[in-house]
């Protein structure tokens, strides 16, 4: 489980790519290493990846097909930066919201609004999940925990503050980039819930 507060922008050493798998080696620094053990989950642009070895240039993960089909993990380059989260803790505070580092989905930034202190951006999305996208509620955007903005039928926006915008690739990316995304599981399963009790309670009408 992850808590959806990036703790570090990391390189991209070296990708391999065999038929099915990849193999991205990652560059952590020595903070975001320790009591790093085989076997170990670290969100990757929200992507939770599992720790396959490690040594003194690198630590690596393993990226199975299906996972690359989902997210936007397959349009990751060698040299490019990503956000990287440790596994939470218990005891650890919660600054953002629980995440799972399941990706639904991924949304494309079709606009931006920046000032020289904040941005709003803005992402379209595929409308099977806009029920999911409420303002002022949560969502995980390429691992970070962010409150929804305005939203319209088939897009949402968000606002970045300026430790956002630093500390996260969030804001550095090209329109027409694609984002993974994380719906918030409570909305989900309240969402759900309702639309499953007014379907029983018109069946039996």
């Known amino acids: 489980m992850f808590t959806g507060i990036i703790q ?13 798998l990849w193999r991205f080696s990652m560059v952590f620094d020595q903070a975001l290493r320790e009591g790093l053990n085989h076997g170990a989950s670290v969100a ?8 396959a070895g490690q040594d003194q240039s690198a630590v690596y993960f393993d990226v199975m097909q299906e996972t690359l089909r989902v997210t936007n993990l397959s349009d990751v380059e060698t040299g490019d930066t990503i956000n990287v ?4 803790r218990y005891g650890d505070e919660v600054g953002g919201h629980i995440l799972s580092g399941h990706i639904q989905a991924t949304a494309k930034l079709i606009g931006r609004v920046a000032t020289e202190q904040n941005s709003t951006l803005r992402f379209e999305c ?3 999940w806009m029920k999911y996208i409420l303002p002022k509620g949560f969502i995980a ?14 897009w949402f926006e968000i606002h970045l ?7 996260t690739t969030l804001d550095s990316k090209a329109i027409g980039s694609d984002y993974n995304i994380e719906i918030d599981s409570q909305t989900q399963a309240i969402v759900d819930t309702v639309e499953r009790v007014l379907a029983a309670k018109a069946m039996g009408a």
């Open 8 to 20: 570090a922008k990391c390189q991209v050493h070296l990708i391999t790519k065999q038929a099915g």
């Open 44 to 51: 990757h642009n929200g992507v939770c990846l599992t720790v």
């Open 85 to 88: 989260e440790r596994a939470m």
């Open 126 to 128: 595929d409308v099977q």
């Open 141 to 154: 955007v390429e691992g970070a925990s962010l409150t929804i903005g305005d939203t319209g039928a088939n």
């Open 161 to 167: 503050i300026p430790e956002t915008r630093t500390l």
